[in-house]
């Protein structure tokens, strides 16, 4: 993170796996959410809240006793109009989301009550 041309705080990240590359590019945050959740992507559940499918999405069908849970996205400051963003979420050391950029859960809440909307945002590879 930078304040003007100093560096003011460095933190791990996730970004998109293969096939689903975070893409690079100049942007603006144009969306603050605290308690955002993926309108694109979830996972299923049984009743006694046991994931039976950890990647799923509105359209995948239920099994009988069981119910599809949009996925978490606390701290979402939105990049792109088609859903990348950045926001709180597992970081497993390689590449792993669906395109956004997951940042840890130590410094996010940090930088998104420094964050603005209309703040640049620069995606590199």
């Not at 978490?72 to 990348?84: A, E, Q």
């Not at 940042?103 to 930088?111: E, L, P, S």
């Amino acid at each position: 993170f930078y304040r003007g041309n100093h560096v003011i705080g460095v933190a791990a990240i996730a970004t998109g796996k293969e096939g689903r590359n975070t893409p690079p590019g100049n942007y603006k945050i144009t969306q603050k959410d605290p308690t955002h959740k993926s309108s694109s992507y979830g996972w299923i559940e049984d009743a006694s809240g046991h994931v039976v499918n950890d990647d799923a999405t509105p359209r995948t069908p239920v099994p009988p006793g069981c119910r599809y849970v949009p996925a978490p996205m606390p701290y979402f400051m939105r990049l792109t109009n088609d859903g990348v963003g950045m926001h709180e979420g597992y970081l497993p050391g390689y590449p792993a989301s669906h395109g956004c950029i997951r940042m840890d859960r130590g410094v996010v809440k940090k930088f998104y009550e420094n964050a603005y909307v209309g703040m640049p945002v620069e995606v590199v590879r």
